[in-house]
């Protein structure tokens, strides 16, 4: 294989990711809290349109990455006492899963069978003592902005806020869940970090998100074209996955 092939090949997978990574975002436009996924390598694309041959490319190539986009999304009024809305972009909820904790920007909670504290899918949401269980004799359940967890025998926990150091380590696992590879930070609770009855959407905005998919499909297929002429079309498409 020709290094103008191997060049080529590169930027080929490199506009598969992203157009793989819009298309996940425009599917998570109604997802509450969804944080958009980016592939960077805006320098590459704007060369390539540039020049007739790809391997002006190379360099930009090689540090494609993708990130997570945590810009603070809209605010939705649910009403819901246990809805609760994170207001700045740095926090997030923990929530326990068998592979051990989690993070997640989406406060959707809920009480389960046991009177758990829980996300909607059924995941204990941590708090300042662990798992969180009510008894129907306490009461109704309210969260105050700063964090504080009530029954009417009076307050019983705290929500348990977070942050990281580095933001680039914290990594999407999908169904609005994060992880990383060192502990978090743990974030005071305060008034004026948490809206409660809100829920906080997805910050996906579609028009921008529908011109970057039509513009990286547009790349895409313009660059197949010209990666495929090679004399082994075969191969590359097996390893550009198109087979």
């Given at each position: 294989m020709s290094d103008k092939e191997i060049i080529g090949l590169a930027a080929l997978i490199a506009l598969r990711r992203h157009v793989d990574s819009v298309a996940n975002n425009v599917a998570n436009l109604t997802t509450p809290a969804f944080k958009a996924g980016r592939v960077q390598f805006k320098e590459y694309l704007t060369e390539a349109e540039e020049a007739d041959s790809p391997a002006m490319a190379k360099?930009?190539?090689?540090?494609?990455?993708?990130?997570?986009?945590?810009?603070?999304?809209?605010?939705?009024?649910?009403?819901?006492?246990?809805?609760?809305?994170?207001?700045?972009?740095?926090?997030?909820?923990?929530?326990?899963?068998?592979?051990?904790?989690?993070?997640?920007?989406?406060?959707?909670?809920?009480?389960n069978a046991d009177g758990k504290l829980a996300t909607?899918?059924?995941k204990p949401v941590l708090t300042s003592i662990g798992h969180l269980v009510v008894q129907p004799r306490d009461g109704p359940v309210t969260i105050a902005g700063d964090?504080?967890?009530?029954?009417?025998?009076?307050?019983?926990?705290?929500?348990?806020?977070?942050?990281f150091a580095d933001r680039r380590e914290v990594k999407p696992e999908g169904g609005g869940l994060f992880s990383a590879a060192h502990s978090p930070?743990?974030?005071?609770?305060?008034?004026?970090?948490?809206?409660?009855?809100?829920?906080?959407?997805?910050?996906?905005?579609?028009?921008?998100?529908?011109?970057?998919?039509?513009?990286?499909?547009?790349?895409?297929?313009?660059?197949?074209?010209?990666?495929?002429?090679?004399?082994?079309?075969?191969?590359?498409?097996?390893?550009?996955?198109?087979?």
């Open positions: 360099r930009s190539l090689v540090s494609t990455s993708h990130f997570t986009d945590f810009s603070v999304g809209g605010m939705r009024t649910t009403g819901n006492p246990l809805d609760v809305a994170l207001t700045d972009d740095d926090a997030f909820f923990v929530v326990d899963t068998p592979g051990g904790p989690r993070y997640t920007r989406s406060g959707a909670f809920t009480l909607i899918d059924g964090g504080s967890i009530s029954t009417r025998q009076g307050r019983i926990a705290g929500l348990r806020l977070v942050r930070l743990e974030v005071p609770s305060g008034a004026g970090r948490l809206a409660i009855g809100v829920l906080e959407t997805s910050n996906v905005r579609e028009a921008d998100e529908m011109s970057r998919l039509i513009a990286a499909s547009n790349a895409y297929e313009t660059l197949t074209k010209v990666v495929f002429k090679s004399e082994s079309p075969d191969e590359l498409r097996k390893l550009a996955g198109e087979d």
